[in-house]
């Protein structure tokens, strides 16, 4: 089970946000070079990326960032999501060495899509279940869209996508742990594999999610809880091995 940390970027700095507020945002470092040096200290070679700003404009803002980082740390493995909306966008990823694509709110809005691209290139595509109020939502979870959740990722499994992001945006954020029942709903409708996300505070909650359907979870990621540290990397880490 992999821990993937995660570093949230806005005007180039890494924050954090409660439930996907961007008015309400906490800024930790503007040296995003120094917060994936630290993360690697303590033993991991995943990372999870967000560029907030490009969610929420609908097209990368925080790109160069970003390919510095994967310019800096050629060895890590490293996903990338947030306002990744077409194929040139997924491409310049790609070609540029980033190991996984995270799609939301562009297959939300047209499933379609995903059909435009190539079939090899799906083994490196991840689909975004980001639950609001039982939604699933988009527009950097600023927007709600009432499909069946079921329907949506048995769509994409037909389809050549393996890989789900399942996060609980109640729970983002928070520092108030995981909900497991949440979780565990859309776990059913998943054959495939899932990345656990949002509320992961401490050991508790990491041993929650071993006790969940591990045989469909490809591990999980942990945010602020990182930032505040209510919770080790290396610890947790362990803790999975």
Not at 96 to 105: E, K, Q
Request: glycine share 8%; aromatic share 8%; hydrophobic share 40%.
């Amino acid at each position: 089970m992999i821990v993937y940390p995660a570093i949230d970027i806005i005007d180039g700095k890494c924050v954090r946000l409660s439930r996907g507020d961007y008015s309400n945002k906490t800024v930790y470092s503007d040296n995003l070079e120094s917060v994936v040096s630290s993360w690697l200290s303590k033993g991991t070679r995943f990372l999870h990326v967000v560029d907030l700003d490009g969610a929420k404009a609908g097209r990368p803002m925080n790109i160069d960032s970003i390919l510095k980082i994967r310019k800096s740390f050629p060895d890590i493995f490293i996903q990338i999501g947030g306002g990744i909306r077409n194929i040139e966008t997924v491409n310049q990823y790609l070609a540029n060495g980033i190991n996984r694509i995270i799609l939301g709110t562009k297959v939300l809005k047209d499933r379609e899509f995903i059909l435009s691209i190539d079939q090899a290139q799906r083994k490196s595509l991840a689909i975004d279940i980001a639950i609001k109020d039982g939604q699933l939502a988009g527009d950097g979870w600023e927007t709600t869209a009432n499909n069946n959740v079921g329907d949506f990722i048995d769509y994409f499994e037909q389809n050549g996508i393996e890989l789900f992001v399942v996060t609980d945006i109640n729970q983002d954020g928070m520092m108030q742990g995981i909900n497991s029942e949440s979780i565990e709903k859309i776990l059913k409708f998943i054959s495939t594999k899932a990345i656990i996300s949002g509320g992961v505070t401490s050991t508790n909650d990491i041993q929650s999610i071993q006790k969940m359907t591990t045989s469909k979870i490809d591990g999980f990621i942990i945010g602020k809880a990182l930032y505040e540290n209510t919770i080790d990397l290396k610890e947790a880490i362990n803790e999975c091995s």
